[in-house]
């Protein structure tokens, strides 16, 4: 059996040759313990190379922790963010029409807001009318109105006034009488067969919405009063 032994060693100051190590430890087969020794030497003994990128990369790993926070944040609430847009232009697309809607209002509130209209006028001018008088004409604007009626007798002239000064579409201080005129008959002198003949002007009140349904409700006028609830039901709908 052979014996693995170098006799050239014994009792000689020749010295066995060790291959050097290489410049970079790290390459070598060299222990962790060394590898850590030697990083720590070649980062004291040249700052100037390690200092600069260093400090950024501790200010760039700072600044990421910093804003991981907020910036995680944000993620979560952008598409709350882009919902909130979205209902941002849904309103304002609905404030345009809400004011659109408010313009047309105003337009046709005229026809609600002003004197009473001809039928109310002409249902509570026939009621008005007592047996016995003749309605000859009349004339109504959106202020004023003109009768000209004629009897037999001053008496039923009488009652007609009065159910004029009673009706609720007629400013009883303004009634006045125009004009009357007396006729006698051919048939006889005597006062029933009297023809008198008179002329009657005054003004129409102006009606708020909930006289005009109430009136509306007693002339039976149905047409015209959905119109108004319509008209009012929508009115408070964009007034709040």
Do not use: C
């Not at 990128?53 to 882009?82: C, D, M, R, W």
């Not at 847009?85 to 005229?110: A, E, P």
């Not at 604007?141 to 004629?150: H, L, M, Q």
């Amino acid at each position: 059996m052979p014996v693995n032994y170098n006799f050239a060693f014994k009792n000689s100051k020749l010295r066995r040759w060790e291959r050097p190590a290489p410049d970079n430890l790290l390459l070598s087969n060299a222990s962790l313990k060394k590898k850590i020794i030697y990083l720590y030497q070649f980062f004291r003994s040249n700052p100037e190379l390690f200092y600069p990128p260093g400090l950024i990369l501790i200010a760039t790993v700072t600044i990421q922790i910093i804003t991981f926070y907020p910036t995680n944040n944000i993620s979560k609430l952008e598409s709350q963010h882009q919902e909130y847009t979205k209902v941002t232009r849904q309103l304002s697309g609905l404030d345009m029409r809400i004011n659109t809607m408010k313009k047309h209002l105003n337009n046709i509130k005229v026809f609600y807001s002003q004197s009473t209209p001809v039928y109310l006028f002409a249902f509570y001018l026939q009621n008005s009318i007592p047996q016995g008088v003749q309605l000859n004409n009349y004339f109504v604007s959106e202020t004023g109105f003109d009768i000209r009626a004629s009897a037999f007798g001053i008496e039923q002239i009488n009652e007609m006034i009065t159910l004029l000064v009673e009706s609720p579409i007629i400013s009883k201080n303004t009634l006045v009488i125009k004009k009357i005129n007396t006729t006698d008959s051919d048939i006889s002198n005597s006062t029933a067969n009297t023809n008198v003949s008179v002329e009657i002007q005054g003004r129409i009140l102006k009606l708020d919405l909930e006289k005009r349904k109430q009136l509306y409700k007693e002339s039976l006028a149905h047409g015209l009063l959905r119109k108004l609830m319509r008209f009012n039901d929508l009115n408070q709908l964009i007034r709040s």
